[in-house]
Protein backbone atom coordinates (compact mmCIF):
# COMPACT_ATOMS: atom_id res chain seq x y z
CA UNK A 1 0.00 0.00 0.00
CA UNK A 2 3.04 2.66 0.84
CA UNK A 3 4.44 1.56 -2.86
CA UNK A 4 1.29 2.26 -4.26
CA UNK A 5 0.61 5.58 -2.40
CA UNK A 6 4.32 6.74 -3.17
CA UNK A 7 3.03 5.91 -6.89
CA UNK A 8 0.45 8.13 -6.78
CA UNK A 9 2.33 11.01 -5.29
CA UNK A 10 4.86 11.06 -8.35
CA UNK A 11 1.94 10.26 -10.62
CA UNK A 12 0.60 13.62 -9.70
CA UNK A 13 3.65 15.21 -9.22
CA UNK A 14 4.67 14.70 -13.09
CA UNK A 15 1.15 15.35 -14.12
CA UNK A 16 0.92 18.86 -12.49
CA UNK A 17 4.24 19.89 -13.72
CA UNK A 18 3.58 19.14 -16.83
CA UNK A 19 0.19 21.16 -17.04
CA UNK A 20 0.51 25.43 -17.90
CA UNK A 21 1.14 27.65 -15.13
CA UNK A 22 -1.93 29.19 -14.40
CA UNK A 23 -3.02 32.76 -14.82
CA UNK A 24 -3.06 35.70 -12.65
CA UNK A 25 -6.03 35.95 -11.02
CA UNK A 26 -8.02 39.48 -12.60
CA UNK A 27 -7.72 42.05 -10.18
CA UNK A 28 -11.38 43.03 -8.71
CA UNK A 29 -10.77 46.66 -9.82
CA UNK A 30 -8.18 49.10 -11.58
CA UNK A 31 -8.78 53.08 -10.50
CA UNK A 32 -7.39 55.53 -13.35
CA UNK A 33 -6.61 58.89 -12.03
CA UNK A 34 -6.36 61.71 -14.75
CA UNK A 35 -6.96 65.93 -14.60
CA UNK A 36 -9.97 66.84 -15.00
CA UNK A 37 -11.88 70.23 -15.93
CA UNK A 38 -15.55 71.69 -16.31
CA UNK A 39 -18.31 72.16 -14.20
CA UNK A 40 -20.50 69.38 -12.57
CA UNK A 41 -18.84 66.24 -13.15
CA UNK A 42 -15.51 66.69 -14.40
CA UNK A 43 -13.69 65.04 -17.43
CA UNK A 44 -10.39 64.80 -19.50
CA UNK A 45 -8.82 65.81 -22.45
CA UNK A 46 -6.22 63.94 -23.44
CA UNK A 47 -5.77 59.77 -24.48
CA UNK A 48 -6.64 58.34 -21.00
CA UNK A 49 -10.23 60.22 -21.49
CA UNK A 50 -10.55 59.10 -25.04
CA UNK A 51 -9.82 54.96 -23.75
CA UNK A 52 -12.54 56.00 -21.00
CA UNK A 53 -15.05 56.86 -23.34
CA UNK A 54 -14.52 54.36 -26.06
CA UNK A 55 -13.77 51.54 -23.84
CA UNK A 56 -10.47 50.45 -24.94
CA UNK A 57 -9.31 49.72 -21.95
CA UNK A 58 -12.41 47.80 -20.88
CA UNK A 59 -12.53 45.80 -24.00
CA UNK A 60 -9.36 43.93 -22.97
CA UNK A 61 -11.17 43.41 -19.51
CA UNK A 62 -14.12 41.51 -21.46
CA UNK A 63 -15.00 38.49 -20.05
CA UNK A 64 -13.51 39.14 -16.88
CA UNK A 65 -14.67 40.53 -13.40
CA UNK A 66 -12.44 43.33 -13.49
CA UNK A 67 -14.42 46.80 -13.36
CA UNK A 68 -12.77 50.37 -14.11
CA UNK A 69 -13.00 53.33 -12.42
CA UNK A 70 -12.29 56.68 -13.80
CA UNK A 71 -11.66 59.50 -11.81
CA UNK A 72 -10.89 63.24 -12.88
CA UNK A 73 -9.00 65.62 -10.45
CA UNK A 74 -10.27 69.50 -10.32
CA UNK A 75 -7.11 69.58 -8.21
CA UNK A 76 -4.86 68.72 -11.04
CA UNK A 77 -1.25 66.75 -10.72
CA UNK A 78 -1.21 67.95 -6.74
CA UNK A 79 -4.94 65.98 -5.93
CA UNK A 80 -3.80 63.29 -8.12
CA UNK A 81 0.06 62.93 -6.07
CA UNK A 82 -2.16 62.58 -3.04
CA UNK A 83 -4.50 59.91 -4.25
CA UNK A 84 -1.20 58.08 -5.23
CA UNK A 85 0.26 58.31 -2.22
CA UNK A 86 -3.41 56.67 -0.26
CA UNK A 87 -3.46 53.84 -2.42
CA UNK A 88 -6.54 55.62 -4.05
CA UNK A 89 -5.34 55.05 -7.78
CA UNK A 90 -3.60 52.40 -9.94
CA UNK A 91 -3.02 54.42 -12.77
CA UNK A 92 -2.68 58.04 -13.46
CA UNK A 93 -2.19 60.55 -16.32
CA UNK A 94 -0.98 64.22 -15.74
CA UNK A 95 2.09 66.36 -16.21
CA UNK A 96 5.62 65.73 -15.87
CA UNK A 97 6.15 68.28 -13.20
CA UNK A 98 4.03 67.38 -10.64
CA UNK A 99 4.72 63.71 -11.33
CA UNK A 100 8.18 64.04 -10.87
CA UNK A 101 7.67 65.91 -7.44
CA UNK A 102 5.32 62.76 -6.45
CA UNK A 103 7.85 59.99 -7.76
CA UNK A 104 10.67 62.44 -5.65
CA UNK A 105 8.72 62.74 -3.21
CA UNK A 106 8.79 58.30 -2.55
CA UNK A 107 5.50 57.99 -4.70
CA UNK A 108 6.67 54.14 -6.21
CA UNK A 109 5.52 54.76 -9.58
CA UNK A 110 6.37 53.58 -13.00
CA UNK A 111 5.97 55.38 -16.36
CA UNK A 112 4.23 53.64 -19.10
CA UNK A 113 3.51 55.55 -21.93
CA UNK A 114 3.51 59.20 -23.57
CA UNK A 115 0.05 60.77 -22.33
CA UNK A 116 1.19 63.58 -25.37
CA UNK A 117 1.38 67.14 -25.83
CA UNK A 118 -0.28 70.00 -24.14
CA UNK A 119 -0.83 72.83 -26.29
CA UNK A 120 -0.28 76.23 -23.82
CA UNK A 121 -1.68 79.92 -24.23
CA UNK A 122 -0.99 82.80 -23.11
CA UNK A 123 -3.62 85.37 -22.92
CA UNK A 124 -3.38 88.69 -22.07
CA UNK A 125 -5.53 91.71 -20.60
CA UNK A 126 -7.11 93.13 -24.03
CA UNK A 127 -6.36 96.96 -22.95
CA UNK A 128 -2.39 96.00 -21.90
CA UNK A 129 -0.11 95.90 -25.14
CA UNK A 130 1.40 92.48 -25.04
CA UNK A 131 1.99 90.77 -28.61
CA UNK A 132 4.59 88.37 -27.44
CA UNK A 133 6.40 86.87 -24.78
CA UNK A 134 9.16 89.76 -24.88
CA UNK A 135 6.26 92.16 -23.44
CA UNK A 136 5.74 90.10 -20.93
CA UNK A 137 8.41 92.06 -18.79
CA UNK A 138 7.42 94.01 -16.04
CA UNK A 139 4.07 92.29 -15.60
CA UNK A 140 1.75 90.12 -13.50
CA UNK A 141 1.36 86.40 -14.92
CA UNK A 142 -1.36 84.01 -13.73
CA UNK A 143 -0.52 80.24 -13.28
CA UNK A 144 -0.82 77.61 -11.02
CA UNK A 145 3.08 76.66 -9.92
CA UNK A 146 4.53 73.18 -9.51
CA UNK A 147 2.72 72.22 -12.84
CA UNK A 148 3.25 71.83 -16.12
CA UNK A 149 2.34 74.82 -17.48
CA UNK A 150 4.17 76.57 -15.06
CA UNK A 151 7.25 74.90 -16.85
CA UNK A 152 5.96 76.43 -19.97
CA UNK A 153 5.74 79.61 -19.19
CA UNK A 154 9.42 79.53 -17.72
CA UNK A 155 10.59 77.67 -20.69
CA UNK A 156 9.34 80.40 -22.82
CA UNK A 157 10.46 83.40 -21.23
CA UNK A 158 14.24 81.68 -21.60
CA UNK A 159 13.26 81.42 -25.31
CA UNK A 160 12.97 85.30 -25.13
CA UNK A 161 15.60 86.17 -23.21
CA UNK A 162 13.82 86.75 -20.57
CA UNK A 163 13.83 84.99 -16.83
CA UNK A 164 11.91 84.75 -14.07
CA UNK A 165 12.35 87.64 -12.91
CA UNK A 166 11.80 89.69 -15.45
CA UNK A 167 7.83 89.07 -14.16
CA UNK A 168 5.61 88.48 -11.28
CA UNK A 169 4.33 85.21 -11.08
CA UNK A 170 0.68 84.98 -8.99
CA UNK A 171 0.35 81.32 -8.11
CA UNK A 172 -3.60 80.82 -8.74
CA UNK A 173 -5.80 78.01 -10.02
CA UNK A 174 -7.51 77.95 -12.92
CA UNK A 175 -10.49 78.92 -12.30
CA UNK A 176 -9.28 81.62 -10.01
CA UNK A 177 -7.09 83.17 -13.28
CA UNK A 178 -10.49 83.90 -15.02
CA UNK A 179 -11.90 85.74 -12.23
CA UNK A 180 -8.51 87.79 -11.98
CA UNK A 181 -8.03 88.96 -15.72
CA UNK A 182 -11.76 89.42 -15.86
CA UNK A 183 -10.86 91.86 -13.17
CA UNK A 184 -7.71 93.09 -14.22
CA UNK A 185 -5.78 91.85 -10.81
CA UNK A 186 -3.19 90.43 -13.51
CA UNK A 187 -1.52 91.52 -16.92
CA UNK A 188 -1.70 87.23 -18.50
CA UNK A 189 -2.65 84.08 -17.72
CA UNK A 190 -0.79 80.97 -19.01
CA UNK A 191 -2.86 77.66 -19.29
CA UNK A 192 -4.50 75.03 -21.58
CA UNK A 193 -7.51 75.60 -24.18
CA UNK A 194 -9.79 76.81 -21.51
CA UNK A 195 -8.81 80.14 -22.00
CA UNK A 196 -9.60 81.00 -25.30
CA UNK A 197 -13.36 81.31 -24.16
CA UNK A 198 -12.00 84.47 -22.58
CA UNK A 199 -11.03 85.75 -25.94
CA UNK A 200 -14.22 85.10 -27.49
CA UNK A 201 -15.90 87.02 -24.81
CA UNK A 202 -13.52 90.18 -25.15
CA UNK A 203 -11.73 89.75 -21.86
CA UNK A 204 -8.65 88.91 -23.04
CA UNK A 205 -6.23 88.26 -25.98
CA UNK A 206 -4.27 84.80 -26.94
CA UNK A 207 -0.98 86.23 -28.14
CA UNK A 208 0.94 82.99 -27.13
CA UNK A 209 0.70 79.72 -28.62
CA UNK A 210 2.93 76.63 -27.53
CA UNK A 211 2.88 74.74 -30.46
CA UNK A 212 3.41 77.19 -32.57
CA UNK A 213 6.87 77.35 -31.08
CA UNK A 214 7.84 73.96 -31.98
CA UNK A 215 6.79 70.82 -30.32
CA UNK A 216 9.30 71.24 -27.53
CA UNK A 217 7.07 74.04 -26.28
CA UNK A 218 4.25 71.88 -25.56
CA UNK A 219 3.46 70.82 -22.30
CA UNK A 220 4.23 67.50 -21.69
CA UNK A 221 3.44 64.22 -19.08
CA UNK A 222 2.66 60.35 -19.18
CA UNK A 223 0.61 57.40 -18.28
CA UNK A 224 1.91 55.70 -15.23
CA UNK A 225 1.21 53.12 -12.69
CA UNK A 226 2.34 52.39 -9.42
CA UNK A 227 5.00 49.37 -9.06
CA UNK A 228 2.81 47.54 -6.71
CA UNK A 229 -0.21 46.99 -8.90
CA UNK A 230 2.26 45.99 -11.87
CA UNK A 231 4.53 43.77 -9.75
CA UNK A 232 0.96 42.07 -8.80
CA UNK A 233 -0.53 42.32 -12.17
CA UNK A 234 1.86 42.32 -14.57
CA UNK A 235 -0.73 40.93 -17.48
CA UNK A 236 -3.26 43.31 -16.22
CA UNK A 237 -0.42 45.92 -16.88
CA UNK A 238 0.08 45.23 -20.35
CA UNK A 239 -3.94 44.87 -20.87
CA UNK A 240 -4.19 49.02 -19.85
CA UNK A 241 -1.19 49.60 -21.98
CA UNK A 242 -2.92 47.94 -24.87
CA UNK A 243 -5.85 49.68 -24.32
CA UNK A 244 -4.09 53.13 -24.05
CA UNK A 245 -1.95 52.38 -27.30
CA UNK A 246 -5.48 51.43 -29.22
CA UNK A 247 -6.99 55.05 -27.80
CA UNK A 248 -3.78 56.87 -29.29
CA UNK A 249 -4.03 55.09 -32.84
CA UNK A 250 -7.69 55.71 -32.97
CA UNK A 251 -7.46 59.44 -31.76
CA UNK A 252 -4.45 59.42 -34.70
CA UNK A 253 -7.30 58.89 -37.71
CA UNK A 254 -7.83 62.25 -39.11
CA UNK A 255 -11.58 60.73 -39.84
CA UNK A 256 -12.08 60.69 -36.08
CA UNK A 257 -10.68 64.26 -35.47
CA UNK A 258 -14.31 65.52 -34.69
CA UNK A 259 -15.54 62.74 -32.56
CA UNK A 260 -12.28 63.59 -30.69
CA UNK A 261 -12.88 66.98 -29.61
CA UNK A 262 -16.65 66.11 -28.81
CA UNK A 263 -15.07 63.59 -26.52
CA UNK A 264 -13.05 66.22 -24.80
CA UNK A 265 -15.52 68.84 -25.00
CA UNK A 266 -17.43 67.06 -22.16
CA UNK A 267 -14.78 68.81 -19.70
CA UNK A 268 -16.62 72.19 -20.65
CA UNK A 269 -14.88 73.53 -23.86
CA UNK A 270 -17.01 74.16 -26.94
CA UNK A 271 -16.10 71.93 -29.56
CA UNK A 272 -15.79 75.07 -32.01
CA UNK A 273 -12.84 76.08 -29.25
CA UNK A 274 -10.88 72.64 -29.01
CA UNK A 275 -10.90 73.10 -32.89
CA UNK A 276 -9.67 76.09 -32.89
CA UNK A 277 -6.58 75.74 -30.20
CA UNK A 278 -5.74 72.36 -32.29
CA UNK A 279 -5.38 73.91 -35.58
CA UNK A 280 -2.67 72.99 -37.36
CA UNK A 281 -1.72 69.92 -35.21
CA UNK A 282 -1.59 66.72 -36.59
CA UNK A 283 -3.43 64.17 -33.09
CA UNK A 284 -0.64 61.67 -34.40
CA UNK A 285 2.26 63.32 -33.82
CA UNK A 286 1.19 65.19 -30.59
CA UNK A 287 -0.31 62.17 -28.92
CA UNK A 288 2.43 59.59 -29.79
CA UNK A 289 2.41 57.17 -26.81
CA UNK A 290 6.07 56.11 -27.04
CA UNK A 291 9.32 56.56 -24.62
CA UNK A 292 11.40 57.58 -27.15
CA UNK A 293 13.76 60.05 -27.04
CA UNK A 294 12.14 62.98 -27.26
CA UNK A 295 10.00 61.93 -24.85
CA UNK A 296 12.98 61.39 -22.09
CA UNK A 297 14.79 64.68 -23.30
CA UNK A 298 11.31 66.73 -22.19
CA UNK A 299 11.49 64.54 -19.04
CA UNK A 300 14.90 65.43 -18.33
CA UNK A 301 13.89 69.19 -18.83
CA UNK A 302 11.17 68.74 -15.88
CA UNK A 303 13.46 66.96 -14.04
CA UNK A 304 16.07 70.52 -14.31
CA UNK A 305 12.99 72.53 -13.83
CA UNK A 306 11.93 71.34 -10.95
CA UNK A 307 15.52 71.33 -9.27
CA UNK A 308 15.70 74.47 -10.44
CA UNK A 309 12.47 75.76 -8.76
CA UNK A 310 13.26 73.83 -5.58
CA UNK A 311 10.15 71.38 -6.03
CA UNK A 312 12.44 68.82 -5.47
CA UNK A 313 15.54 67.58 -3.72
CA UNK A 314 16.09 64.43 -3.85
CA UNK A 315 17.13 62.87 -7.70
CA UNK A 316 15.22 60.63 -10.11
CA UNK A 317 17.02 57.88 -12.25
CA UNK A 318 14.44 58.24 -15.24
CA UNK A 319 16.37 54.73 -16.76
CA UNK A 320 14.68 52.89 -13.71
CA UNK A 321 11.64 55.18 -13.73
CA UNK A 322 10.28 54.45 -17.39
CA UNK A 323 9.77 51.34 -19.09
CA UNK A 324 8.68 51.51 -22.57
CA UNK A 325 8.35 47.73 -23.41
CA UNK A 326 4.38 47.71 -22.43
CA UNK A 327 4.11 49.99 -25.38
CA UNK A 328 6.92 48.61 -27.47
CA UNK A 329 4.74 45.31 -27.26
CA UNK A 330 1.40 46.84 -27.60
CA UNK A 331 2.74 48.18 -30.99
CA UNK A 332 4.62 45.11 -31.95
CA UNK A 333 1.01 42.75 -30.97
CA UNK A 334 -1.11 45.06 -32.78
CA UNK A 335 1.24 45.11 -35.63
CA UNK A 336 1.73 49.11 -35.47
CA UNK A 337 5.61 49.06 -36.19
CA UNK A 338 6.77 52.19 -38.24
CA UNK A 339 3.02 53.79 -37.47
CA UNK A 340 4.83 56.43 -35.02
CA UNK A 341 7.86 57.46 -35.83
CA UNK A 342 10.70 57.01 -33.17
CA UNK A 343 12.24 61.12 -32.37
CA UNK A 344 15.15 62.25 -31.30
CA UNK A 345 15.65 64.43 -28.94
CA UNK A 346 14.66 67.36 -30.58
CA UNK A 347 11.45 66.04 -31.64
CA UNK A 348 12.24 65.27 -35.13
CA UNK A 349 11.89 62.19 -36.79
CA UNK A 350 14.59 59.59 -37.09
CA UNK A 351 15.50 58.62 -40.45
Do not use: C
Not at 103 to 121: C, H, M, Q
Amino acid sequence: MRKFLNFLVVAATVLLGALPSQAEDAPASIRFGDVGFGFGTPFGVGLLAVADAKGFIANEFKGTPTKLEFTYFTGTGPAINEALSNGQVDFAAYGAVPNIIGKANGLDTILVASYGGTTVFGAARPDIEIKSIADLKGKRVAIQKATIIHWALIQALKNAGLSESDVTIVDLKNADQLAAIAAKSVDAVFGADFLLPLEAKGLAKVFYKSSEAGAAGDGFGAFLVTDAFRKAYPEATQKVVNGFVRAAVWVADEKNRDEVFQIWSRAGTPVEIITKANAGTTLKGKYNPRLDAFFNARYESGLAFNKEQKLTRRDVDLATWADGSYVEKAIADQELDGFWAERDATGADRK
